[in-house]
T-cell receptor, first 115, second 116 residues
């Protein structure tokens, strides 16, 4: 079974641009969560999607958005990039998500650098 | 509200020595607790999880953790460190009602270095 796939692996953008990151979950998983990882803040929750609906949202500005498609693939978009958006963006999938003891399966992440 | 504190952002041990990574949690209800590991340039993978079945939980790669309710702790241990254990380790607690913190609250992480 293929794992969680994130594309692209690396991205370099300039301030003011926008970016779209993609995540393909493990087959059969309906929950996809996104996290931002930085050395200073650690792992911060962005949002979770389940069956094409956003179920939870973290404390990030509206420039961060996401969506999930009927095949459970998910994208996140960041508009008007700022230097502080430079981070590793991780996607994680699970069968049901929500408040359970489920294991999360993480992708390798997309390393975004904003210049 | 649930929270997780990992004591020590960096831990260094010699190969063959005991590994002890500390995690304390705060939860008003019985928690689900997890340890994840992140190797360089990779995502996180689950080491082990506590779901109230047993207080001593065994995970992959020889790691184990003990849930101590009286101390609100879930420390991760391994009797003998191996060079391949060098990575960053994250303790996490499952949140019952989701919300802005998401379904898992992660600690800040502890980087483990293993000296030959």
């Amino acid at each position: 079974k293929a794992g969680v796939t994130q594309t692209p692996r690396y991205l370099i953008k300039t301030r003011g641009q926008q970016v779209t990151l993609s995540c393909s979950p493990i087959s059969g998983h309906r929950s996809v969560s996104w996290y931002q990882q930085t050395p200073g803040q650690g792992l911060q929750f962005l949002f979770e999607y389940f069956s094409e609906t956003q179920r939870n949202k973290g404390n990030f500005p509206g420039r961060f958005s996401g969506r999930q498609f009927s095949n459970s693939r998910s994208e996140m978009n960041v508009s008007t990039l700022e230097l502080g958006d430079s981070a590793l963006y991780l996607c994680a999938s699970s069968l049901r998500g929500g408040s359970t003891n489920e294991k999360l399966f993480f992708g390798s992440g997309t390393q975004l650098s904003v210049l | 509200a649930q929270s997780v504190t990992q004591l020590g952002s960096h831990v260094s041990v010699s190969e063959g020595a005991l590994v002890l990574l500390r995690c304390n949690y705060s939860s008003s209800v019985p928690p689900y607790l997890f340890w994840y590991v992140q190797y360089p340039n990779q995502g996180l993978q689950l080491l082990l999880k506590y779901t109230s079945a047993a207080t001593l939980v065994k995970g992959i790669n020889g790691f184990e953790a003990e849930f101590k309710k009286s101390e609100t702790s879930f420390h991760l241990t391994k009797p003998s460190a191996h060079m391949s254990d060098a990575a960053e380790y994250f303790c996490a607690v499952s949140v019952y009602y989701g919300g802005s913190q998401g379904n898992l609250i992660f600690g800040k992480g502890t980087k483990l270095s293993v000296k030959p």
